[in-house]
């Protein structure tokens, strides 16, 4: 199964590279630094787990079109805008993402902020094409989940309360609100927008909602056990800088093995969440042993 | 007539601070200083002339309802966007916005690019609810257009060519095209908007495009004229920057009358746009008047 989802996520990772050199605009014009920057950003990296979220959980549903993949480059192009935006000077600080420079490094902070509110942009503008899904309701259902997974209910207010909490106390109910909202929003829409595209009913969207609530809780304390035990080479990005900021994380409050455990009991929850799917579901829950065991 | 139209567009700022407050998230939460700093900048201010245009479009078509208004407010958040991002230390540098410290100053950078991601993204997201119009293309097409306006072929791509034009040659071309993108772009998208919601035809549309460009690059060379003559106090921001820091403006080009003779010769040719709409025209014609004569 391991090999199978390496496999599978590999290949994604190979079609949305295609997919996301279409979708992003082709540098010309005197504004084609922005363009350039947006394509620095968002091609030749990261593992393409959220689109990857997405395509399957369609899949799992028997659904799969150009529409599903138009989606998860758009919901890539909201991920590498968050990235972009965080590494800004005024606010993590990093000059390193995915083992290059970050865009305000290789480009400037300028040009940064502009490719990072393009990208956004453009993801909204790709959910509107016609080649996403036949019935505009679906169309303008994704837009709207994408805009409340990415907004102050999401994944920017996770990054206020992240960019604040090195000030406030490190308790765990905020932690996890934190890390639901920063990173696990945006993976809860993957999973429930491809069910949407692959016609999920309600009980499917209940059963998708709890498996990637899990998910992505699993995911985030994976990260901080990363931050603390990961190899800044490996990473692509520098380690030890959210636990020596005192910055809110899971291995703060637990100790690194009860953040193990906790991360462990998330992905049991997660695969039991998918358990009426059968062997539908086998790449799906393989991503869960993914996201635990994960060395970067 | 220009009373009216004071009277106008002063009702529609009134108007506009009551939905915007509405469609504005509630502070609350630990992350509620993202929704605080939104607040303040998209609050008590400007002249709201962008959904001025679109409210207005949409009455010459014989339309008003409360999807009008709503789709003014996310107009209006794409705006004051652009302001807080274009005002940071690493773009345009401004401290004051609206005779007001700019968000950067009253919040700090962090919040300010927070803040401005959070009011694109719930521009999209109040695009997508029933309220603006009963028929999902429709709202889909305004989101579309709305992206296509803010994005890198609109609104964003003008940002990129204005910050790196100070060291390009400064040829009409340029700033016209400069122009047309940064500021002309979200006017032509407003009068466009309130033309769908208003049920326009294709040859509506093409009057009220016409229209829109034209009033469009009257209004940026008026900002131009205002740059160099206006008074700092009544336009509640510096004034003589753009001039002094050698940026491409009209008024370096054509010098000052000739500036004021092309901005007149805008107005006219808007006006003409609108001739096949009579008296149902009177306000938008007025509108002009107005960019041609305001002091800030």
């Not at 491809?194 to 304390?221: E, K, P, W």
Request: proline fraction near 3%; charge should be negative.
């Amino acid at each position: 199964m391991s090999g199978t989802f390496q496999t599978r996520l590999a290949n994604i990772a190979t079609e949305m590279e295609t997919v996301l050199a279409q979708v992003l605009p082709e540098p010309a014009g005197p504004q084609k630094r922005v363009m350039e920057a947006m394509r620095y950003a968002a091609l030749k990296g990261g593992k393409r787990f959220r689109p990857f979220l997405l395509v399957e959980a369609a899949r799992m549903m028997g659904h799969e079109s150009l529409g599903v993949w138009h989606a998860a480059a758009a919901l890539e192009c909201v991920h590498v805008y968050s990235l972009i935006h965080d590494d800004l000077p005024c606010m993590d600080d990093d000059d390193l993402r995915r083992g290059k420079p970050s865009v305000h490094k290789a480009y400037d902070e300028a040009l940064a902020v502009l490719a990072g509110d393009a990208l956004l942009t453009l993801a909204f503008e790709t959910l509107t094409q016609d080649i996403i899904h036949p019935d505009a309701k679906i169309r303008l259902q994704l837009i709207s989940d994408l805009a409340a997974s990415s907004g102050t209910h999401g994944m920017i207010g996770g990054q206020v309360i992240d960019i604040t909490a090195s000030q406030t106390q490190q308790d765990e109910a905020l932690i996890t609100q934190l890390q639901a909202l920063k990173t696990g929003a945006l993976m809860h829409y993957a999973v429930i927008a491809g069910g949407r595209l692959g016609g999920a009913s309600r009980d499917d969207l209940r059963n998708l909602s709890r498996f990637a609530d899990a998910l992505g809780l699993a995911f985030q304390i994976r990260d901080d056990i990363l931050d603390v035990e990961g190899d800044s080479t490996a990473m692509g990005k520098h380690t030890g800088k959210d636990f020596g900021l005192g910055k809110a994380t899971f291995v703060g409050v637990h100790g690194l093995l009860g953040a193990k455990a906790k991360a462990k009991d998330l992905g049991e929850a997660a695969k039991t969440a998918l358990e009426p799917y059968g062997h539908k579901a086998d790449i799906l829950k393989a991503s869960v042993d993914f996201v635990l065991n994960r060395q970067k």
